[in-house]
C-alpha cells in the first residue's frame, strides 16, 4: 500500500514541464516531456469521459428507480393486504426566493417525492438532498436547507400542509441524525394516524440556503437584452462550422445549445456531428446581435463559423413571417415553425468512404473578389472565341456544387451545374467532368450557403491534386446580401431564385425565371413538394399547373389524395373528407394503371394513418419506408377482422401503423361477435406488439394513445398531428415503461412491450415462460415484421408451438420478395438494383441488399416445402407471404 497523495505527486513530478528533464533539454528528453504532456491531456479527455459515463449511468438508475417506485405505489395501492410501510411520501414546497431565483416552473415547485424504506436517504442528509435534486431537477444540490413536519389529516380525509411555515411545529433538518429523527417520527405518526394515510409521509419545505455562493452573474449578451416576443421582424440566418477537433459528444453539445440558446426563442433547423454544426433559423430581429455573441461565445462555433453568421439582408415583418413559407396541407405556413436540434452522422452527408481535412478546402473567397472574378472569366470567355486550349487556361471552370433542381431555377452566369439529384453523387461527376484538367487550373465553386463547398473544396484539393481552388464565401446567400449592400449600383450575376432550405424553399434574386415546369414545361421559378406525401417529390411547378394538379407532381399523386380524402382537408384546411362518389375528380380523370384503379376504388384509410406516417417522416424520417402503407395496412386490418377471436401478435411495431390497423380489426372482430367488454392476454380481442427500439416504441405509445382516446377519424387526426406540431421532440427521447396498455373502443386490448429481442421473448412464450408479461393465451395472426435476418426461426416459433399460434392460425411475413431482389437470388435474372451507383457505400449497401436477398429467397424456398403449413406469397407491396398453420 502507498499513500495515494505522494504518488500523485510523482506522477505529477514526471509530467511537469519544469521537472529535471526540463532542465537539460536535450532532444530526447524533450520529445518524452512532449509525450508525457500527451498523456496527460489524454487522460484528463478519459477523466471527462469517465464522468460523463458516470452521469450517465446516474441518470438511467434514477430513471429505474422512479419506475419501481411506480410500480410499488401502483401494486400496494392495488393490493388489499398492504401492511409493510414500504415507501415515505416527502410532500416538498419550495420558498417563494429559491422559485424566483432558479426560474421553477409549476412541476418543480411543490410535489411529491417517495423514499425507499432502509434507503441511505432515510440515514444521510446527503443522500435525501440527492433524491429530491432527483426528483427536483432545477433544484441545485447545495442551494437549499430543509425543515420538515408531519402532515396533519383533516376529518375528510385529506392531508394538510401547515399554511405557516413558522409554525413551532416545524424543525430544522441539519445533520444526519436529524434525518435519522425525522422519519422515525413519520413512522411513528403512521402508526396513530387515519387510515386515510397510506404511508409515513413527511412535508418538507425547502428553502435558499444563505450560505450558498451567489448565482453566477448573467453572460455579457443577456446582459439589456429586448424581449424576443416583442419584436416587429424575424431574420433569417444560417451558419456551419467545422472545429477542427470536432464535437466530442453531439447529443451533449445539442443539449448545451438548445439550454443557451432558450432566452432567444430561436426557430429553425440545426443538424449537429462528429464533424460540425449546420444550421439554418430565424430569430426575432431584436436579439439577433445578442444570439449573434451568444453564439461566438461557444467555442466550437466562435472562430470556427466560417464567414460568420449569414444573415439574410431583408427582415420579415411578423406577421408576413407567419404566412413566408410554402403553405402545408393548404393552410400557411412560416419559414420555419420550431427549433429541431437534431443530431446526425454528419452535418452534410456526403457519402464519402472517409472524412478529409475541412480546414484545408481551398481560397475562401469573399463576394466582391468573386464577383470581379466572374466579370473577368466573362471576358477572357468572349476574348477565347477561336483560340488554343493553352491560350484557354487562364478562363475558369466555375462549378455550381447544388443539386439539379436547385440549379434549375437560378445559377451565376458562365458556371456548370454538376447535374447531381443528391450531394453524394458529386465525386463522380466531379472526377470525369475535371479529368482533363491541369491540375493548377484555377477553379470556382459555389453552393448556397458555402457548407457544400467546404467539402467539395477539400475533395478537389486533397483527393483529385488541384491546387487553385476557390469558393464563394458564404455562397450566394452571402453574394446576395454583398451586392444589395455594398455594390448596389453593379447588376447581380447570379441570375434567377436561390433556393434555400427553410419553408421559403426559393428566394428570387433576380426577375428571371430559369425553371421550366415539370408539368407544362412553361417557364417559373416556383419550387415546391409534392403535396403526396407518399411521394414528396421536390419539383419546379408554375403555379396554373399547381393549382390544376392541386399541388401534386402528376396525375397519379393527384389520384392518391383524391383516394385518400384528403384534397379538400389540404386544400382548404377544413376537416370535410371529400366524399369519392361525388367528387368531379372520379367522373374526369382516368386512370393510368390498374394500381391507381384499384386504389381509386377502395375505402379510404381513416385519416389518422395518413397523420401517424406524417409522424414517423418527421420523428423517425430513416425509417420512414419501413411503415406498411395504405395498400398493406388496409389488407392486415381485413385479415385480423377474419379472424376468430382477434388476437394478433405483432413483432415490429416501429411507430404503431399495422398495430393500429390490428387493433381496429381485433375491434370488428369484438362487434361481430358482441362482445361486451374488451378482451384481454387471456381470451378475447387483444394485440401484443414488441418492439426493442425505444424511440420507436414512445411514438408506437403516442399513436396508441391517441387511437384510444380520440378514435382513427378526424379527432383522431388532429390529435396525432399536434404530437408534431407541438414541436416537443422529448416525448420520443423519454424512457417510458416497459408495456403500454390501451384499450380501443372498449373492445380490444392493445399491449406494446418494450423488449431487447422479439425473437427471444417470443420463444420463452413459446415454452410457456413469459417473462416479461403474463404468459398471453395463443394468438389467431402472427406478423413478423422485425428483423429480417432470423425469418425461419420467427416462423419456426410459431409452427412448433401451440402456445403462441392457434392451429389453423395464420403468420404473415413481409418484405419476402426484398425489392425484387429475390429473383436475382434465385438465379432467374441478374440482381439489378435500381439506380446502382459505383462509389464505394454505394457498393457496400448494395453488396448487403444481396446478400438479405439471398436469405430471404433461401426462407421462401424452406417455408414452401414445410410439411407443417400452407403459404400463399402475395405481390403486395414488398411481398406478404400468408403461412397458414396446419
Ligand atoms: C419494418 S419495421 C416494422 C413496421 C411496422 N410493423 C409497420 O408495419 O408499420 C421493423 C421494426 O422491428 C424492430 N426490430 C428489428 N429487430 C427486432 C428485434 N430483434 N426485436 C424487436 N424489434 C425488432 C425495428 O426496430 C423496427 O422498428
Request: proline letters at 6%.
Amino acid at each position: 500500500f502507498q499513500p495515494a497523495v505522494p504518488m500523485r505527486a510523482a506522477a505529477l513530478r514526471s509530467r511537469l514541464p519544469y521537472s529535471r528533464s526540463w532542465v537539460v533539454p536535450t532532444v530526447s528528453r524533450l520529445f518524452n516531456t512532449l509525450s508525457s504532456n500527451q498523456d496527460l491531456a489524454q487522460k484528463r479527455i478519459e477523466v471527462a469521459r469517465a464522468k460523463k459515463a458516470a452521469w450517465k449511468r446516474s441518470v438511467l438508475e434514477t430513471n429505474k428507480r422512479h419506475l419501481h417506485i411506480k410500480r410499488i405505489t401502483e401494486e400496494k395501492e392495488q393490493s388489499t393486504d398492504f401492511q409493510v410501510p414500504a415507501l415515505y411520501a416527502l410532500k416538498v414546497s419550495v420558498c417563494e426566493e429559491l422559485r424566483n431565483e432558479l426560474h421553477l416552473s409549476g412541476r418543480e415547485r411543490r410535489g411529491r417525492v417517495f423514499i425507499e424504506l432502509g434507503s441511505p436517504a432515510t440515514r444521510s442528509l446527503k443522500s435525501l438532498k440527492y433524491d429530491i435534486h432527483a426528483f427536483f431537477k432545477a433544484l441545485k444540490k447545495s442551494t437549499f436547507v430543509l425543515s420538515a413536519c408531519l402532515p396533519e389529516v383533516a376529518e375528510d380525509g385529506s392531508i394538510v400542509v401547515p399554511e405557516d411555515l413558522t409554525n413551532t411545529k416545524m424543525w430544522k433538518i441539519e445533520t444526519d441524525e436529524d434525518v435519522n429523527k425525522t422519519f422515525a417520527m413519520a413512522d411513528e405518526h403512521f402508526q396513530s394516524a387515519p387510515a386515510s394515510l397510506k404511508r409515513p409521509s413527511i412535508s418538507l419545505h425547502l428553502a435558499k440556503d444563505p450560505n450558498a455562493p451567489p448565482p453566477p452573474p448573467p453572460p455579457a449578451y443577456l446582459e439589456g437584452m429586448a424581449n424576443p416576443a416583442a419584436s416587429e421582424t424575424m431574420t433569417m440566418l444560417s451558419f456551419y462550422s467545422f472545429p477542427p477537433s470536432g464535437i466530442e459528444d453531439p447529443e451533449d453539445f445539442a443539449m448545451q445549445l438548445r439550454r443557451k440558446w432558450k432566452p432567444f426563442n430561436p426557430l429553425g433547423r440545426i443538424y449537429v456531428a462528429k464533424e460540425g454544426v449546420n444550421a439554418q433559423m430565424s430569430v426575432a430581429t431584436n436579439v439577433l446581435e445578442n444570439f449573434i455573441d451568444c453564439c461566438r461565445s461557444i467555442p466550437q462555433l466562435g472562430t470556427y463559423m466560417e464567414n460568420g453568421v449569414n444573415v439574410d439582408p431583408k427582415p420579415i415583418p411578423v406577421e408576413e413571417f407567419a404566412t413566408a413559407g410554402v403553405p402545408i396541407n393548404g393552410k400557411p405556413a412560416p419559414p420555419f415553425r420550431n427549433l429541431h436540434i437534431r443530431v446526425r452522422n454528419q452535418i452534410v452527408a456526403d457519402g464519402l468512404d472517409k472524412p478529409l481535412d475541412w480546414q484545408s478546402a481551398g481560397y475562401d473567397m469573399p463576394p466582391l473578389e468573386w464577383h470581379e472574378k466572374l466579370k473577368e472569366a466573362k471576358e477572357l470567355r468572349e476574348q477565347a472565341a477561336g483560340t488554343t486550349a493553352d491560350q484557354n487556361k487562364d478562363i475558369p471552370v466555375i462549378l455550381d456544387c447544388r443539386n439539379d433542381y436547385e440549379t434549375n431555377i437560378g445559377k451565376f452566369d458562365g458556371a456548370e451545374p454538376l447535374e447531381t439529384t443528391n450531394f453524394r453523387e458529386s465525386w463522380d461527376v466531379l472526377g470525369k467532368r475535371l479529368e482533363d484538367v491541369p491540375k493548377d487550373a484555377p477553379i470556382m465553386t459555389y453552393c448556397t450557403g458555402g457548407i457544400r463547398c467546404v467539402k467539395v473544396g477539400a475533395y478537389l484539393t486533397q483527393e483529385l491534386g488541384f491546387t487553385n481552388v476557390s469558393r464563394l464565401a458564404g455562397g450566394i446567400i452571402a453574394y446576395d446580401r454583398t451586392i444589395e449592400e455594398k455594390a448596389a449600383d453593379e447588376q447581380p450575376l447570379f441570375r434567377g431564385a436561390n433556393m434555400v432550405f427553410d419553408g421559403r424553399l426559393g428566394r428570387q434574386i433576380t426577375d428571371d425565371k430559369l425553371g421550366s415546369c415539370a408539368t407544362c414545361g412553361g417557364e417559373t421559378s416556383l419550387i415546391s413538394n409534392c403535396l403526396n406525401d407518399n411521394c414528396h417529390k421536390r419539383m419546379i411547378q408554375c403555379e396554373t399547373c399547381r393549382t390544376a394538379f392541386h399541388g401534386t407532381c402528376s396525375d397519379a399523386c393527384r389520384q392518391r389524395l383524391v383516394n385518400n380524402g384528403m384534397l379538400s382537408q389540404r386544400l382548404h384546411g377544413d376537416s370535410s373528407q371529400t366524399s369519392v362518389a361525388d367528387s368531379s375528380e372520379e367522373k374526369t380523370t382516368p386512370y393510368r394503371t390498374l394500381d391507381e384503379y384499384s386504389t381509386g376504388h377502395s375505402s379510404p384509410a381513416p385519416s389518422l394513418y395518413h397523420e401517424m406516417e406524417l409522424n414517423t417522416q418527421s420523428y423517425l424520417p430513416s425509417g420512414s419506408h419501413m411503415v406498411s402503407g395504405f395498400e398493406q395496412g388496409r389488407l392486415l386490418t381485413n385479415l385480423a377482422s377474419m379472424t376468430r377471436e382477434g388476437r394478433i401478435l405483432e413483432l415490429g411495431t416501429f411507430t404503431g401503423y399495422a398495430t393500429a390497423c390490428f387493433l381496429e380489426g381485433a375491434a370488428n372482430v369484438a362487434s361481430a361477435i358482441s362482445l361486451d367488454s374488451a378482451g384481454n392476454q387471456s381470451s378475447g380481442p387483444y394485440v401484443l406488439s414488441l418492439e426493442r427500439d425505444q424511440r420507436a416504441f414512445n411514438l408506437a405509445a403516442a399513436h396508441m394513445n391517441v387511437m384510444t382516446e380520440h378514435g382513427t377519424g378526424e379527432a383522431g387526426a388532429e390529435a396525432a398531428c399536434s404530437l408534431r406540431a407541438s414541436g416537443e421532440a422529448d416525448f420520443v427521447e423519454t424512457v417510458l415503461e416497459d408495456v403500454v396498455s390501451v384499450v380501443y373502443d372498449n373492445a380490444a386490448t392493445c399491449d406494446l412491450l418494450k423488449v431487447s429481442d422479439a425473437l427471444a421473448t417470443m420463444e420463452e412464450m413459446a415454452r410457456g415462460e413469459s417473462s416479461q408479461i403474463d404468459q398471453p393465451s395463443p394468438f389467431d395472426l402472427v406478423f413478423v415484421d422485425a428483423d429480417k435476418t432470423r425469418l425461419l426461426e420467427y416462423v419456426d416459433a410459431c409452427l412448433a408451438s401451440d402456445l403462441v399460434l392457434k392451429k389453423g392460425g395464420m403468420i404473415v411475413v413481409d418484405n419476402v420478395l426484398w425489392k425484387g431482389l429475390v429473383l436475382g437470388a434465385a438465379g432467374s435474372s441478374p440482381l439489378l438494383i435500381d439506380g446502382e451507383g459505383s462509389g464505394d457505400a454505394e457498393i457496400k449497401k448494395n453488396r448487403r441488399a444481396r446478400r438479405l436477398a439471398s436469405k430471404m429467397h433461401r426462407f421462401n424456398s424452406a417455408i414452401a416445402k414445410d410439411p407443417r403449413c400452407e403459404v400463399l406469397l402475395l405481390q403486395v407491396r414488398d411481398g406478404l407471404s400468408m403461412i397458414r398453420k396446419k
